[in-house]
């Protein structure tokens, strides 16, 4: 059997893939170990050495050179990695068995986005959004700022669904440019944050920046969050996520749905100027691409 290289420097993700055993490096009493561990983290945490071995029919010396075959320095290290590993939590270190035919598949991601929309919108505050509407149609200026994937997404999908409408936007996706953003900030501008999980505590140190100096800022976030406490208007979005760790978070339809409500009142707060910038822009559409006004505006 091939040795599982030890090192003193295991991290407690590593620990998780060793007692995973996916090569199939473990002897058989190895094996028996791991899974008494992996079967119940809480219990293998706080059990004694002797527990443990006296549990999985093997002897205390056979339970040391089982963690040290793991990379652990002792038992007790072995037992302080492995707390550490179920800050984790189980659905990412033994992710449930799921279906995964294409029919399958498609049916729960249409159905998971069908439900995030429903419950964004019968939890959706209204007059949350008319006061985030009503800062940005008369605002001189509006930054979008979005970091980490999903919220990068949003900003950007601000900017283009705004600046069609006449709105100066400029989107940002870096922590760096959004502090340097806030500090230069001048009246008149307003800044639109995302935060999928609120805990952007960059995104809520650049809100407690414009706050002082008098910057309105809107979050588009989790309630009860550092950035939702930050923001001055906060447009909530709290949906479950749920225990498939494979498919793509359905909250990225809410917060799209959101962005879409949001611009489309933005629309409506000054007809007359959205409807010349869209003329202009679908002019040039026809002219260089499309040859008539049936197309959708953009690709």
Sequence with gaps: MTAITETTAQTPTELIAALSDEEGRLSALEKRLAELVLSDMTYAT?????????????????????????????????????????????????????????????????????????????NLDLDAVERAVALIAK????????????????????QNRLFRLGIRISASNDHGMHLMLSAAAEPGTVVFGSSFTGRNHELARCFGLLRARGIPTIALTQSGTPVAEAADVVIAVDLPEGRNIFRATSTRFAFLAALDILAN??????????????????????????GDDRQVLGD
């Design 139 to 158: 605002a001189e200026m509006v930054h979008a700022f979005g970091s980490g994937g999903n919220s990068a997404m949003i900003a950007n999908e601000l």
């Design 265 to 290: 009142l933005v629309a409506y707060a000054d007809k007359p100027r959205s409807a010349r910038v869209l003329r202009g822009i679908k002019e040039q559409l026809i002219r260089h691409r499309d």
């Design 46 to 122: 706080n059990a004694s050495i002797t527990e443990i071995a006296a549990k999985a029919g093997v002897s205390p010396p056979t339970v040391t050179r089982f963690c040290r075959r793991l990379g652990c320095s002792s038992f007790s290290d072995f037992k302080v990695q492995l707390a550490r590993s179920t800050y984790v939590g189980l659905r990412y270190l033994k992710p449930e068995s799921v279906t995964s035919t294409a029919a399958e598949v498609a049916e729960d991601i249409v159905t998971k986005a069908q439900n995030a929309l429903f419950e964004m919108h019968r």
